[in-house]
């Protein structure tokens, strides 16, 4: 219950003590007392609507406090409500009212540090969280919003719990290293589940801190899970870039070779058939970059792909006659089978990246016999086939094929990174079609077969 106060004195001392006895639940001020109508701390009080008296005994005998305190540092006063106060009142007077007032005005100052720490703590934009003996001691709102726990759920509870089996030991350890003096890691990268299950990836940043007297370790943590998995899209796609230029660069490469010898240098037609080969290697090359800035503006693992019409034949063509020299290098056959033409309207990059990858594949894992390309339609659907007499695949790399850095490893002194495949794959599946293989086994050869509706992606509008 609140201890009755009446404050005797308005003047400076006075006035300074009147907000702090009013602020704090352990006073009841009721009434005010100063013989000078005019004194500082008067219109503070009745605007507090406190009972205001000249005369201190008439205060006394109205009032009935269980407490006085006299800030007049008058020593005749004090003397006199000595003598008149009412049984069982308390009075503070001369230099412990000056104390009180030090003593308030400390709690004060303390009170609004605390409200301004609890506020830094609210408007903080990452999570803080306090370990101590292995227990969470203690965390701001934004590391309970972040992993979807109330406040009662969280207080004590063990802070291994919360993370992944892969950080677990290694975050505790840390922690343990703190609080024993050592000094650990500051920043690093943990992972921690949140109440639906979900992995975060949290950037985290550590330090010594205390808590109730004993030493306790304080992690300030930010929730990186997108960022990291923008970096990760980010590295991928470029493996991918780094890869697939060397499509449009092998055919350079060894045309270039070729014109360098003199007996090719002699024969026209050939020269003819080698340039034709470098413009549109060229010119494919620029095509390939103008795509990939395009599937650089992956957003939320979402490709978005265009709609025109294509012509398919023409694109088939284009990337055989462009593989066609890696072929004859070799004493392999390609051959693209004819097939009746068919409307269809799709993303070129889809179906231009598709064909280049099995055809590539096909020449770099043949070393004898033959490539052929084929392609059956219905109604709805078509599908590109890649046959070849090259290494075939066994049941479990029919399985892994399709992933990255799927690529056979069997095959001594063949360059490749294995990603072409799952690039493919990707694609395909934003066009809402399908990649498979069939193999007989090792070097049993292999059919690869792409299926894509003849009608995918976000019709083109850019040319109305």
């Given at each position: 219950?609140?201890?009755?106060?009446?404050?005797?004195?308005?003047?400076?001392?006075?006035?300074?003590?009147?907000?702090?006895?009013?602020?704090?639940?352990?006073?009841?001020?009721?009434?005010?007392?100063?013989?000078?109508?005019?004194?500082?701390?008067?219109?503070?009080?009745?605007?507090?609507?406190?009972?205001?008296?000249?005369?201190?005994?008439?205060?006394?005998?109205?009032?009935?406090?269980?407490?006085?305190?006299?800030?007049?540092?008058?020593?005749?006063?004090?003397?006199?409500?000595?003598?008149?106060?009412?049984?069982?009142?308390?009075?503070?007077?001369?230099?412990?009212?000056?104390?009180?007032?030090?003593?308030?005005?400390?709690?004060?100052?303390?009170?609004?540090?605390?409200?301004?720490?609890?506020?830094?703590?609210?408007?903080?934009?990452?999570?803080?969280?306090?370990?101590?003996?292995?227990?969470?001691?203690?965390?701001?709102?934004?590391?309970?919003?972040?992993?979807?726990?109330?406040?009662?759920?969280?207080?004590?509870?063990?802070?291994?719990?919360?993370?992944?089996?892969?950080?677990?030991?290694?975050?505790?350890?840390?922690?343990?290293q703190r609080v024993q003096g050592e000094k650990p890691l500051r920043e690093y990268d943990t992972e921690v589940i949140d109440a639906q299950g979900n992995v975060l990836e949290?950037?985290?940043?550590?330090?010594?801190?205390e808590w109730e007297g004993k030493p306790a370790s304080l992690a300030i943590m930010h929730d990186v899970t997108e960022l990291r998995r923008l970096q990760r899209e980010r590295?991928?796609?470029?493996?991918?870039?780094?890869?697939?230029?060397?499509?449009?660069?092998?055919?350079?490469?060894?045309?270039?070779?070729?014109?360098?010898?003199?007996?090719?240098?002699?024969?026209?037609?050939?020269?003819?058939?080698?340039?034709?080969?470098?413009?549109?290697?060229?010119?494919?090359?620029?095509?390939?970059?103008?795509?990939?800035?395009?599937?650089?503006?992956i957003e939320e693992q979402t490709i978005t792909l265009k709609q025109k019409d294509l012509h398919l034949a023409q694109i088939i063509e284009e990337v055989v006659e462009n593989?066609?020299?890696?072929?004859?290098?070799?004493?392999?056959?390609?051959?693209?089978?004819?097939?009746?033409?068919?409307?269809?309207?799709?993303?070129?990059?889809?179906?231009?990246?598709?064909?280049?990858?099995?055809?590539?594949?096909?020449?770099?894992?043949?070393?004898?016999?033959?490539?052929?390309?084929?392609?059956?339609?219905?109604?709805?659907?078509?599908?590109?086939?890649?046959?070849?007499?090259?290494?075939?695949?066994?049941?479990?790399?029919?399985?892994?094929?399709?992933?990255?850095?799927?690529?056979?490893?069997?095959?001594?002194?063949?360059?490749?990174?294995?990603?072409?495949?799952?690039?493919?794959?990707?694609?395909?599946?934003?066009?809402?079609?399908?990649?498979?293989?069939?193999?007989?086994?090792?070097?049993?050869?292999?059919?690869?077969?792409?299926?894509?509706?003849?009608?995918?992606?976000?019709?083109?509008?850019?040319?109305?």
């Amino acid at each position: 219950m609140a201890t009755t106060t009446l404050l005797i004195g308005l003047g400076r001392g006075g006035s300074a003590l009147l907000p702090y006895l009013m602020a704090k639940d352990e006073f009841d001020l009721i009434g005010a007392c100063d013989s000078n109508s005019q004194a500082v701390g008067v219109t503070i009080a009745r605007q507090c609507g406190l009972a205001l008296y000249q005369d201190a005994e008439e205060a006394l005998r109205d009032l009935h406090v269980d407490l006085v305190i006299d800030a007049t540092g008058d020593p005749s006063l004090a003397t006199l409500l000595y003598e008149v106060r009412p049984a069982g009142t308390a009075l503070v007077t001369g230099e412990a009212s000056r104390l009180l007032w030090q003593l308030l005005s400390t709690h004060e100052a303390q009170r609004r540090s605390e409200i301004r720490f609890n506020r830094l703590l609210e408007d903080m934009h990452s999570g803080l969280v306090v370990v101590q003996d292995g227990n969470i001691k203690f965390a701001n709102r934004i590391f309970y919003e972040m992993l979807g726990y109330a406040k009662e759920n969280l207080l004590g509870y063990p802070y291994g719990k919360i993370l992944t089996d892969n950080v677990r030991e290694r975050d505790l350890t840390y922690h343990r290293q703190r609080v024993q003096g050592e000094k650990p890691l500051r920043e690093y990268d943990t992972e921690v589940i949140d109440a639906q299950g979900n992995v975060l990836e949290m950037r985290v940043r550590a330090r010594l801190t205390e808590w109730e007297g004993k030493p306790a370790s304080l992690a300030i943590m930010h929730d990186v899970t997108e960022l990291r998995r923008l970096q990760r899209e980010r590295e991928q796609f470029f493996r991918y870039m780094v890869h697939e230029l060397r499509a449009p660069l092998s055919p350079l490469t060894s045309v270039t070779s070729l014109l360098r010898k003199p007996e090719v240098q002699k024969d026209p037609e050939r020269i003819e058939k080698l340039t034709g080969i470098l413009s549109r290697s060229t010119d494919r090359l620029q095509s390939f970059v103008d795509d990939y800035l395009e599937l650089s503006k992956i957003e939320e693992q979402t490709i978005t792909l265009k709609q025109k019409d294509l012509h398919l034949a023409q694109i088939i063509e284009e990337v055989v006659e462009n593989q066609r020299i890696l072929a004859e290098d070799k004493g392999l056959e390609l051959n693209v089978e004819p097939w009746e033409e068919f409307s269809l309207h799709g993303d070129d990059f889809v179906v231009r990246t598709a064909v280049r990858n099995l055809v590539n594949n096909a020449v770099k894992y043949t070393q004898e016999g033959h490539v052929r390309v084929y392609v059956d339609h219905d109604a709805k659907r078509f599908r590109i086939h890649v046959s070849d007499t090259g290494a075939g695949l066994t049941e479990e790399e029919q399985q892994n094929i399709f992933q990255e850095f799927g690529r056979i490893q069997r095959t001594e002194g063949m360059k490749g990174s294995g990603l072409g495949l799952a690039l493919v794959k990707k694609l395909v599946d934003a066009a809402g079609g399908e990649i498979q293989v069939e193999s007989a086994g090792k070097d049993q050869g292999s059919t690869f077969t792409v299926q894509l509706p003849r009608v995918f992606g976000k019709p083109d509008t850019s040319a109305k």
